[in-house]
């Protein structure tokens, strides 16, 4: 009888993926919630991405890639995605966005509050750290709102671990021609995946960890 080889038996070990970057989180008058991802360090070379939340429920990424589309709408949930070359440009403290003819994004960047004063003080090799997440889910979830680990779809496993949060303090928004209106906080929640961002307008920088079967 043939013995499967000892390459067979083994158990194909989870791969995972590291992204570097900062995520904001914006929330409109007209109660659309926008996500903005930008990684300078990813496993898809440096890359930006928007996702939007319309108040009917309606779920869209904005992603300069089919290959990024493809792992970032395989890892959360989306109703529509779209191919569109999402560039971000920082300016001192002002952050502008776009994604072709789709969206037209400008927010302030305000201070650091006591959050990202106590995440600069956590040393950056042990706040990446996937295991330092089950330090801080707890407290992200009660004073945030935010979880830091949980279950993404395809099977994947992520965890976010934060080193800086900086205030948003204005932000102009248009989609397709028309103005989201004012700046307000993030709510309701959006559900592209396990977690949110904070209620209140952020700025975090974060290095995101996804675990692929």
Do not use: K, N, Q
């Not at 990684?39 to 440096?46: A, E, L, N, T, V």
């Not at 529509?80 to 920082?90: A, F, Q, T």
């Not at 330092?132 to 407290?139: F, G, L, R, S």
């Amino acid at each position: 009888m043939m013995r499967a080889s000892g390459a067979g038996r083994r158990a194909r070990r989870p791969v995972r993926m590291r992204f570097e970057g900062w995520i904001a989180g914006l929330g409109t008058a007209s109660g659309t919630r926008l996500v903005v991802g930008h990684w300078p360090r990813s496993p898809f070379g440096p890359f930006s991405d928007v996702m939007l939340e319309r108040p009917d429920g309606h779920r869209l990424l904005l992603a300069p890639t089919r290959r990024t589309a493809e792992f970032i709408a395989g890892t959360y949930s989306f109703d529509e995605v779209r191919i569109e070359p999402v560039r971000v440009r920082v300016t001192g403290d002002v952050w502008t966005v776009t994604a072709g003819a789709v969206l037209g994004l400008r927010f302030t960047v305000g201070r650091r509050g006591p959050a990202g004063l106590l995440l600069r003080a956590v040393p950056a090799a042990l706040s990446a750290s996937p295991g330092w997440t089950a330090v801080t889910d707890p407290p992200a979830r009660l004073l945030l709102g935010v979880r830091t680990r949980g279950t993404a779809g395809g099977g994947r496993h992520e965890w976010y671990g934060a080193h800086d949060l900086h205030r948003i303090t204005g932000m102009t928004a248009v989609v397709r021609g028309r103005s989201l209106g004012a700046l307000t906080s993030v709510r309701p929640p959006v559900r592209f995946g396990f977690g949110s961002t904070p209620r209140r307008p952020s700025l975090v920088r974060v290095t995101t960890t996804v675990s692929t079967p």
